[in-house]
């Protein structure tokens, strides 16, 4: 590593801390993800879906990983360096963005998810915090959780970030697919037009009510296997109308709406592709360049962005709200949610997202190393101090490793990995599997290994 200089830590995730640095080499700028756990031989780190799925990922709008390097037991990924991620660009905002700059932002993304939808790859945590932006180009990142369609069900082992999960994942649905990233495209969509999160759910079960409470409970009409699933783990879904996106999300164009509303469908299967998303009259006049032809900009491919020819929709000014503390499973009303949604006068929200190491743990005891944040995720923001999660790792007295090197370049990715003669700890598997869910038992199923504070002042 000693060819980087760090130079500002910009993100801290759940497994890792991110850093710009410049490769003194060639003063290329670049983002150092330096991952929290340790990894003891080159084999692990190359069985990462984060590696795995990213070297195979070559498109102007998915980040791109440029090496891999293990020193010390350390991993770290070195990737092109992105500006900002799309929830800061958002927290500080009180006017929302305009149709048209989300028009352009969400016409990369389904780009991105188009092409990796169609290579057997599906993204399972898509959040604004995932989504990098430098100017007006737009990268999907962080492929910790991406899953190849072709693997085997069950998927007992994942829950998403609960604002953009999908009801299929609520209701611990054992197969799903690359639906539950149109799902999350529609809440996102939805945030970067109002501002606020569309189904902020302070639990499982308070995700569903939200979803209901605006979308209208589902029935045999909408989502038959929904109910199946419901039945299944003896849930009883609230029976609501719900308020329609509407009337949730006034000033906004009925095309947004009804491209939302597709995307926010109970049942995976009447969600659009991404690639027919594309075709939706949201997008008209957006150009779709395929990634083989679009030129190269400043060595790294850049999609033009979309030219939309829709009348900019501007909205009033609106500040973020409060959801108030955990475990509200309480039902609100269309009205309350509308005013929560809209609130104009609520500073804070706290929220606690769950979601699951990305690798299973067979061992019971491992419950006990939950991972415990509270974060800001806007780390560029000054007064947003970020605070980590620590983890300690058992000390297992593994022998000591020869220094190697080793790099492996395939196309634009090079692997090195380099590790040092002293004793060290092994690290656990981050554990899947384990604990209790939040939601109706089933504690196998969902289990809460990674929770995640996550508080925003605005
Ligand atoms: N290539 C990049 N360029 C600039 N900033 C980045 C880059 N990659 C990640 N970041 C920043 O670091 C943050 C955390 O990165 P990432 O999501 O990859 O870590 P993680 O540990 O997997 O997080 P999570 O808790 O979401 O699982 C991102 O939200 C983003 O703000």
């Not at 299973?360 to 005891?365: A, D, R």
Request: hydrophobic content about 35%.
């Amino acid at each position: 590593m000693d060819r980087f200089k760090m130079i500002k830590e910009v993100g801290d995730g759940t497994f890792g801390s991110v850093w710009r640095a410049i490769n003194k080499q060639n003063g290329e700028v670049v983002a150092v993800k330096k991952m929290k756990r340790k990894y003891y031989s080159f084999e692990e780190c190359m069985s990462l879906r984060e590696v795995k799925s990213l070297r195979r990922m070559n498109h102007p709008n998915i980040v791109k990983l440029k090496e891999v390097i293990r020193e010390n037991d350390i991993l770290y990924f070195i990737m092109e360096y992105m500006e900002c991620n799309l929830y800061q660009l958002m927290k500080d905002r009180v006017k929302p963005f305009s149709e048209a700059e989300v028009r352009n932002w969400c016409f990369q993304i389904f780009q991105a998810l188009a092409y990796m939808h169609q290579r057997g790859y599906f993204h399972r945590d898509l959040k604004p915090e995932n989504l990098l932006v430098s100017k007006d180009v737009i990268k999907l990142a962080d492929f910790g959780l991406a899953r190849e369609v072709s693997s085997v069900p069950p998927y007992t082992e994942y829950v998403s970030t609960r604002w953009y999960r999908a009801p299929e994942v609520l209701l611990q649905s054992s197969v799903y697919d690359s639906a539950v990233d149109m799902w999350a495209m529609g809440a996102i969509m939805a945030e970067l037009l109002t501002l606020h999160p569309l189904f902020p759910g302070t639990s499982e079960a308070d995700e569903i009510l939200r979803i209901c409470n605006v979308i209208g409970s589902p029935d045999e009409q909408s989502w038959a296997q929904g109910l199946s699933l419901a039945e299944t783990m003896k849930y009883q879904f609230p029976q609501v109308r719900g308020n329609q996106l509407a009337e949730v999300m006034t000033s906004v164009s009925s095309e947004a709406i009804d491209l939302i509303s597709s995307l926010c469908s109970w049942d995976p299967c009447k969600r659009p592709k991404a690639a027919e998303v594309l075709q939706h009259t949201f997008f008209q006049g957006c150009t779709f360049v395929p990634p083989t032809v679009r030129p190269k900009a400043g060595g790294l491919p850049k999609t033009p962005p979309c030219v939309g020819v829709k009348g900019v929709s501007e909205h009033g000014i609106a500040r973020r709200y409060s959801t108030g503390t955990l475990s509200t499973t309480k039902a609100l009303s269309a009205a309350s949610l509308k005013s929560n949604a809209l609130s104009k006068t609520g500073v804070q929200r706290k929220l606690q997202m769950d979601r699951q190491a990305p690798q299973k743990s067979k061992k019971p005891t491992e419950i006990n190393n939950r991972l415990t944040t509270n974060r800001v995720p806007a780390k560029n923001s000054p007064g947003h101090p970020v605070l980590r999660h620590s983890r300690s790792l058992p000390d297992t007295g593994r022998a000591a490793h020869k220094v190697s090197t080793i790099t492996d370049r395939l196309s634009n990715l090079s692997v090195t990995s380099r590790t040092r003669t002293t004793p060290k700890p092994s690290a656990p598997l981050l554990k899947a599997g384990l604990g209790k869910s939040d939601f109706l038992g089933k504690s196998d199923e969902i289990p809460p290994a990674k929770r995640l504070t996550r508080k925003l002042v605005s």
